[in-house]
């Protein structure tokens, strides 16, 4: 069964920090871009970042960027996202997506049919 598991959501101040795991079972990861994504309640999905997997090359939206890292070991078929300083407007579930190259503009639909693998999602919550 190929799917994708994210992991390491929960419940932090402003200004903490969570490490979001990215997980592949079924496949390997190594020559799939990954990308991460969020979606607050009520609102579109949004695409935060994505590692290429053919060059490596990063991306970030402008709301994360210098506060949010994106990284994978491809030994542990894992992506991870760091994520620093974390902001109240960072509250969404986040979902990793697998696929052959990023994909960083677009709607929903646009994004759920680039990617070819999608995570359940994980619950990020920045409250004080």
């Known amino acids: 069964q190929l799917q994708l598991v994210e992991s390491g959501g929960g419940s932090v101040q402003p200004g903490g920090s969570l490490e979001l795991s990215c997980a592949a079972s079924?496949?390997?990861?190594?020559?799939?871009?990954i990308g991460w994504f969020r979606q607050a309640p009520g609102a579109e999905i949004e695409a935060v970042s994505c590692?290429?997997?053919?060059?490596?090359?990063?991306y970030y939206a402008d709301s994360v960027k210098g506060r949010f890292t994106i990284s994978r070991d491809n030994d542990k078929h894992t992506s991870y996202l760091q994520m620093n300083n974390l902001k109240p407007e960072d509250t969404a579930i986040y979902y990793c997506?697998?696929?052959?190259?990023?994909?960083?503009?677009?709607?929903?639909?646009?994004?759920?049919?680039?990617?070819?693998?999608w995570g359940q999602g994980t619950q990020v919550t920045v409250s004080s």
């Open positions: 997506a697998a696929g052959f190259l990023c994909k960083f503009y677009g709607s929903g639909p646009d994004f759920r049919d680039h990617y070819d693998h």
């Open positions: 590692i290429s997997g053919t060059d490596g090359s990063t």
């Open positions: 079924g496949f390997t990861l190594d020559l799939y871009s």
